[in-house]
């Protein structure tokens, strides 16, 4: 904001300045370079006539900041795009136009788009304001390609073989990589064998064919009461034909059952969104949770464990055993007489006696 001058008088008085065009301060946004302003104080006399003075006050403005300016990240392109977008884009705090120009390939190069050639291009752009002031950004462009190679020459390669390279593709090497047999220029293009006629392939048989979907021959057909309304028919048998991999079949072998297919309440899932039934009204599907069979546990039976009672053994005593010092036998020289009888006695008795010690 701009002071108002003092003024010195000795009656009341107005300042108007130029600037705002009231007898507010000279403030607010001052445009770049000198701006002059021209302040005017006046009053009223006892005769009614107006006395004035003025002076003048002279702002400069001075342009010190660079413009802004906005470079994109580093980013890559397929080699097939020509011209390349860039958009570097700048402003100015005081709003006046900026020149921005690149620093290097000017004669190829703008702030929208550029011929650039294949691989890493690096590009510098300069913005220059009103005032002189300059700013700089940088970026790089990749030009690159995933290419793939044509075995048998149809325009299209095999998806497995896929190489990124700068734009140099030796020879036999393609950008189109949707060849799903890549040894027969014929078959290129995938399909789904509708075996029920209603569209709609089943997902769990692929076939790469030709452009027109054609089956060989070898291939399965359906009864024709197992087809849609509006399959076709040849002999009694459903002709299957060759879909989309997107026309997904949830159940191949029905015809009812498709993704257009209306649901109704029938135990199944018609429409093949994964709900089965899936109609305000319809009941709900029964659930049975098996009930798992009691199993008896039969207690075991107490085993008797008896301690053995030890069995007595009989320990005979031994009994001792008088032996005699000696016996006496008598006899003649014709005949040997018979034991007294005392001695016999006492014979048997020691025999006896023997024969018990001998068994214990």
């Known amino acids: 904001a701009l002071a108002r001058p003092a003024v010195v008088d000795n009656c009341p008085v107005e300042v108007h300045n130029t600037f705002t065009a009231d007898t507010s301060p000279a403030s607010g946004a001052f445009p770049r370079g000198s701006t002059q302003v021209l302040f005017t104080g006046h009053n009223s006399g ?43 884009d700048a402003t100015d705090n005081c709003g006046a136009l900026v020149d921005i120009a690149p620093v290097a390939n000017a004669t190829r190069v703008n702030t929208r788009e550029a011929a650039l050639p294949p691989g890493i291009t690096h590009l510098t752009f300069e913005a220059t304001d009103d005032s002189g002031n300059t700013q700089r950004c940088s970026f790089s462009v990749t030009k690159r390609s995933t290419y793939y190679l044509d075995r048998d020459g149809d325009g299209r390669g095999d998806p497995a073989t896929a190489q990124v390279r700068l734009c140099d593709p030796p020879p036999g090497w393609v950008l189109d990589g949707t060849d799903c047999n890549d040894h027969s220029p014929e078959d290129y293009e995938l399909f789904l064998i509708d075996f029920d006629g209603d569209g709609f392939g089943n997902p769990a048989f692929s076939l790469c064919t030709d452009a027109a979907g054609t089956i060989p021959a070898a291939y399965l057909v359906q009864p024709a009461q197992q087809a849609a309304a509006d399959a076709v028919v040849v002999d009694g048998v459903v002709v299957p034909r060759a879909v989309h991999p997107r026309l997904q079949d949830c159940d191949d072998s029905n015809p009812f059952v498709n ?36 199993v008896t546990v039969p207690v075991p039976n107490p085993v008797p464990n008896p301690v053995p009672v030890p069995v007595p053994v009989e320990y005979t005593v031994p009994v001792r055993i008088t032996i005699p010092d000696e016996f006496t036998f008598e006899a003649t020289a014709s005949t040997a007489a018979a034991p007294a009888p005392a001695t016999a006695a006492a014979l048997l008795a020691f025999v006896a006696l023997l024969l018990v010690a001998l068994r214990t």
Request: some cysteine; hydrophobic content about 35%.
């Open 259 to 294: 993704p257009i297919a209306p649901e109704i309440c029938d135990g199944l899932d018609n429409d093949c969104d994964g709900v089965i039934d899936g109609l305000d009204g319809c009941p709900s599907p029964v659930i049975i949770v098996p009930v798992p069979n009691p």
């Open 46 to 88: 006892p005769s009614g006539d107006f006395a004035f003075s003025q002076c003048t006050s002279e702002v400069r403005v001075r342009d010190l900041e660079p413009p802004a300016l906005l470079c994109p990240e580093d980013f890559e392109v397929e080699c097939a795009e020509q011209p390349v977008a860039l958009h570097v």
